[in-house]
């Protein structure tokens, strides 16, 4: 079916829009707790 395979790529591209921003933050935590 096609409309699956459509929305499996826009569920893929919303995770990607979502889990970037996460993990900057997760990445800024580590540094400050590190730096700290």
């Keep these: 079916c096609i409309t699956r395979v459509v929305l ?3 569920g893929e591209h ?3 829009i ?3 921003p996460f993990l900057n933050e997760f ?3 580590l540094r400050f707790i590190i730096n700290y």
Aim: charged share 15%; net charge positive; hydrophobic share 60%.
């Design 8 to 10: 499996k790529m826009v």
């Design 14 to 16: 919303f995770n990607s």
């Design 18 to 20: 979502i889990l970037i």
């Design 27 to 29: 990445n800024k935590i």
